[in-house]
């Protein structure tokens, strides 16, 4: 308060404090949050400080049920009583998944958690081969240890790697393994079901399913703020309308093993929009990192040397 007018910041004020030796700069509020909590680092630590915070349980109810409605009155897409039952199983799946990699999330940084999920094309990959479903391609697997490699130094290298929680981990893990499930039952019932009536009833099911849990749990406490809604919406329109029908329109066409292996674009694109939105830096060997998992990609995507010969007769 200056000569009785109020003043605001313009920006986060900084500060410079001298510990033992080091001297450091840190920017941050005095007051005004509800939780703080401390991500260590390589190097340092990030303390967070937060308020208004949605709880796990809203954030996935209003995804879902947000993205069912958009679905069912935007898209309209045509749904029979013979797609309504495998559909709203898969999306009540779903929700088995989701609830252990947000959980993840919640202890540990997002960077950390998507490494572990390079677990799933491995589980897809054999599990396929094992029930007969695919044939062996040392291809195929060789592009998803090259993946796996590309996962790890995106995660963990530099500055970017935060603090790993045992818990964390095995949640992870866990989530991994459900999702190779889920994508080998999406792939075999979206081969009689169309990939956009597929994602309808898989966010249907996902918000039937979230919504219970979360009102069981004492989790729809709705004293989040407002600029949550944004974040549920895009979550909503762009996470799930689009990429859980990209993802079954997908492995129809690619099959399981494939399709798994392409869903490890999410490790190297959940560091860049760390990078885009917080500010975090990518260290050369986070870069390296994410080249490796694009070339895994696109070899595993070149056609073989004898279809490309059958098709050239």
């Known amino acids: 308060m200056a000569a009785e007018a109020r003043e605001e ?3 986060v004020p900084g500060f410079w404090t001298t510990i033992g030796d080091a001297s450091v700069k840190y920017h941050a509020w005095g007051d005004g949050y509800d939780d703080a909590r401390m991500i260590d680092h390589s190097g340092g630590f990030t303390a967070w400080y937060e308020r208004d915070g949605a709880t796990v349980g809203e954030f996935l109810s209003f995804r879902f049920t947000i993205a069912a409605i958009a679905f069912w009155i935007v898209l309209r897409p045509r749904v029979t009583m013979r797609d309504l039952v495998p559909g709203l199983l898969l999306g009540l799946a779903y929700c088995g998944q989701a609830s252990l990699y947000f959980t993840a999330v919640s202890m540990q940084d997002a960077s950390v958690t998507s490494v572990f ?10 599990t396929a081969v094992l029930i ?18 590309g996962m790890v130094l995106v995660g963990l290298a530099g500055d970017g790697g935060g603090k790993v929680v045992p818990l964390g981990v095995l949640l992870a893990i866990a989530s991994s393994a459900w999702y190779a499930g889920y994508l080998l039952a999406g792939e075999r019932i979206v081969k009689n079901v169309e990939p956009l009536v597929l994602g309808c009833l898989i966010a249907t099911g996902g918000a039937v399913g979230f919504s219970a849990g979360s009102l069981a749990l004492g989790q729809l406490r709705f004293d989040f703020g407002s600029e949550a809604w944004l974040w549920f919406a895009l979550s909503a329109l762009l996470s799930t309308v689009f990429a859980v029908t990209a993802v079954m329109a997908g492995i129809g066409r690619l099959g399981p093993s494939v399709g798994g292996l392409l869903t490890t674009f999410e490790t190297p694109s959940t560091i860049l929009y760390a990078a885009l939105v917080f500010g975090e830096q990518l260290s050369p060997l986070q870069w390296v990192g994410a080249m490796l998992v694009l070339v895994a990609v696109v070899t595993v995507q070149l056609p073989s040397r004898r279809a490309a010969t059958v098709s050239g007769r």
């Open 9 to 11: 910041w313009d920006g």
């Open 117 to 126: 999920q390079a677990v799933t094309p491995p589980i897809v990959a054999v």
């Open 132 to 149: 007969g479903r695919e044939r062996a391609r040392p291809r195929v697997f060789a592009a998803i240890g090259v993946a796996g490699i």
